[in-house]
């Protein structure tokens, strides 16, 4: 359930031309499987532009900042590991990555 004191985090990148289809087949499924199974998540939505089908928004909603800060550097380890070979095989790169809070 969302609150005033939630963090939301937003992710816009850039899949690689020959490589949308695979991210859309799998490699979605891969990241979404990993984020979800992040402590203090709320809420994740991917969105994908009207405009260019290899550009995507990730729309998270966490805890607090603790909690999306941890969950970042853990999905930067995994991807180090190799355990999310489809990300790291489809995506080309992150094009803005920050993170929100409401104003009041």
């Not at 939301?8 to 695979?22: A, C, G, L, Q, S």
């Not at 180090?80 to 920050?98: I, Q, S, Y």
Request: hydrophobic content about 45%; overall charge negative.
């Amino acid at each position: 359930m969302s609150n005033s004191k939630s963090i939301k985090e937003v992710v816009v990148y850039r899949i690689k031309p020959n490589k949308t289809d695979t991210f859309l087949d799998k490699g979605l499924q891969e990241i979404s499987a990993c984020v979800n199974g992040f402590a203090g998540m709320i809420k994740h939505e991917t969105l994908v532009s009207a405009k260019d089908k290899g550009v995507f928004v990730d729309l998270v909603e966490w805890e607090s900042l603790e909690a999306a800060e941890n969950a970042a550097s853990q999905l930067d380890a995994k991807t180090k590991a190799g355990e999310l070979p489809l990300m790291a095989m489809t995506f080309e790169r992150v094009e803005f990555f920050d993170h929100f809070k409401a104003l009041s």
